[in-house]
């Protein structure tokens, strides 16, 4: 079995697809250092807008600030974190669920998610039943190298001690940075009383998004997993195609299940891979215009008969190449129907590393079918059974009736 490498998914790549999918993605873009007023880009008339929130209209708004922060009994909230609430009010008032507020922390983990690779040292980060947060190195990686050992007990990290509130999710931020940079670690072994401190140089760390092998059971069939769409994508399945080929490969299933989506221009680059030219999807935005994305240029697949595997979390850029090639005839839908997220949302990263998601279009399918809460049912719909792999099976079944 030919898997792409999966220690660096693990361990510090502990954002899970909750929060992968709450991203919006079908993202057309990631807005950094612009030099531009962050909220000025997303609306047309900004500052008339602007203008208006100097009247007495957002009087209100000061006035329940001041009152909560003179009558409250009890500890009060920061500035940073009423400031946070406030504008995550304004965008829950837009009613969709696609438009939101993210702060710094889980922005950054949502970059690295999407450009595939972060700065690390290689270690899965657990919370165990005591409380104790435990560190297990990965195998040549940087906390390895450095001596950490499985089952370690993490103290500090750097100036900051490890709190019994923190998430494994919150230390993983702590640790996670800079390239080259190093990270000093406190650590307590064992049953021995002194702690140890580590200082360990983080080093890029890649979080692969594509998984393949041959089919044992089955003799010239291909398999692909892909679970995310990110800068990564595309390349990883060249990789992989170039090295089914090489196993002799002659059918190929794509499994696209619980993948809840990411990078618009991945799913554009991953459908061009197995589409010769033509339409991708149609983009329409709000002022009545259209944009189309075609197929682009890149390697292309060998010309094998297809299966896509989708389900219930199959969901935005995952939806895009699952309908383009159910649309265009290159590939048959099996399993159940898909999620039904057909908005594209941009993302505007503000001054102090936080972002607004911004649903901005919706798409539709290369026959002009529309997502957005219908999702694509499938050609063939079969559910997944507890002890076996219906869907899986009906693919090959479907492959070799074809070969047939």
């Given at each position: 079995?030919?898997?792409?490498?999966?220690?660096?998914?693990?361990g510090l790549?502990l954002?899970?697809?909750?929060?992968?999918?709450?991203?919006?993605f079908?993202?057309h873009?990631?807005?950094?250092?612009?030099?531009?007023?962050?909220l000025?880009?997303?609306?047309v008339g900004?500052a008339?807008?602007?203008a208006?929130?100097?009247?007495?209209?957002?009087?209100?708004?000061?006035?329940?600030w001041h009152i909560l922060?003179?009558?409250?009994?009890g500890?009060?909230?920061?500035?940073?974190h009423r400031t946070?609430?406030?504008?995550?009010g304004l965008?829950q008032?837009?009613?969709?669920?696609?438009?939101?507020f993210?702060?710094?922390?889980?922005r950054?983990?949502e970059?690295e998610e999407?450009?595939?690779?972060?700065?690390?040292?290689?270690?899965w980060?657990?919370r165990?039943?005591?409380?104790?947060i435990?560190?297990?190195?990965m195998?040549?990686?940087?906390a390895?190298?450095?001596?950490?050992?499985?089952?370690?007990i993490?103290v500090s990290?750097?100036?900051?001690?490890?709190?019994?509130?923190?998430t494994?999710d919150d230390?993983?931020?702590?640790?996670?940075g800079?390239?080259?940079?190093?990270?000093?670690?406190?650590?307590?072994?064992?049953?021995?009383p002194?702690?140890?401190?580590?200082?360990?140089?983080?080093?890029?760390?890649?979080t692969p998004?594509?998984?393949w092998?041959m089919?044992?059971?089955?003799p010239?069939?291909?398999?692909v997993?892909?679970?995310l769409?990110?800068?990564?994508?595309?390349?990883?399945?060249?990789?992989?195609?170039?090295?089914?080929?090489d196993?002799e490969?002659r059918?190929?299933?794509?499994?696209?299940?619980?993948?809840?989506?990411?990078l618009?221009?991945?799913?554009?680059?991953?459908?061009?891979?197995?589409?010769?030219d033509?339409?991708?999807?149609?983009?329409?935005?709000?002022?009545?215009?259209?944009?189309?994305?075609r197929v682009?240029?890149?390697?292309?697949?060998p010309?094998?008969?297809?299966?896509?595997?989708?389900?219930?979390a199959?969901a935005?850029?995952?939806e895009?190449?699952?309908?383009?090639?159910?649309d265009?005839?290159?590939?048959?839908?099996i399993?159940?129907?898909?999620?039904?997220?057909g908005s594209?949302?941009?993302?505007?990263?503000?001054?102090?590393?936080?972002?607004?998601?911004?649903?901005v279009?919706?798409?539709?399918?290369?026959?002009g079918?529309?997502?957005?809460?219908?999702?694509?049912?499938?050609?063939?719909?079969?559910?997944?059974?507890?002890?076996?792999?219906?869907?899986?099976?009906e693919a090959?079944?479907?492959?070799?009736n074809q070969?047939g």
């Amino acid at each position: 079995m030919q898997l792409l490498r999966t220690l660096s998914i693990a361990g510090l790549v502990l954002a899970t697809i909750a929060l992968i999918f709450l991203a919006g993605f079908g993202t057309h873009a990631l807005i950094t250092g612009s030099g531009r007023d962050p909220l000025s880009v997303a609306s047309v008339g900004f500052a008339e807008t602007q203008a208006d929130l100097q009247d007495t209209d957002f009087d209100v708004f000061w006035e329940a600030w001041h009152i909560l922060q003179r009558d409250f009994f009890g500890d009060q909230p920061d500035t940073q974190h009423r400031t946070y609430g406030a504008i995550q009010g304004l965008a829950q008032e837009y009613e969709d669920p696609y438009t939101y507020f993210i702060e710094p922390q889980p922005r950054q983990r949502e970059r690295e998610e999407l450009s595939g690779e972060f700065g690390g040292i290689g270690a899965w980060v657990t919370r165990d039943e005591s409380g104790n947060i435990r560190l297990d190195p990965m195998p040549d990686r940087p906390a390895d190298r450095a001596g950490i050992e499985k089952e370690d007990i993490l103290v500090s990290v750097d100036d900051t001690t490890i709190q019994p509130d923190m998430t494994a999710d919150d230390v993983v931020a702590l640790i996670r940075g800079p390239v080259g940079e190093q990270v000093s670690l406190q650590i307590r072994r064992g049953d021995e009383p002194a702690l140890l401190t580590m200082a360990i140089a983080r080093e890029r760390l890649e979080t692969p998004s594509v998984e393949w092998r041959m089919l044992e059971e089955v003799p010239q069939v291909g398999y692909v997993a892909i679970s995310l769409f990110s800068d990564r994508t595309a390349n990883e399945l060249d990789q992989a195609l170039t090295e089914l080929r090489d196993q002799e490969a002659r059918h190929l299933i794509v499994d696209l299940r619980n993948n809840s989506g990411g990078l618009l221009q991945a799913s554009v680059d991953v459908a061009s891979r197995f589409l010769k030219d033509g339409v991708v999807l149609f983009e329409h935005h709000s002022d009545g215009s259209e944009q189309t994305f075609r197929v682009s240029g890149g390697n292309k697949a060998p010309n094998w008969p297809m299966a896509i595997l989708v389900d219930g979390a199959t969901a935005s850029a995952a939806e895009i190449v699952a309908g383009a090639l159910q649309d265009r005839a290159r590939a048959k839908l099996i399993g159940e129907k898909t999620f039904g997220k057909g908005s594209v949302q941009l993302v505007h990263d503000l001054s102090d590393g936080s972002s607004i998601h911004v649903t901005v279009a919706r798409w539709l399918t290369p026959n002009g079918h529309e997502i957005n809460e219908i999702g694509l049912t499938p050609d063939l719909e079969v559910s997944h059974e507890d002890e076996r792999d219906a869907p899986l099976e009906e693919a090959i079944k479907h492959l070799l009736n074809q070969q047939g």
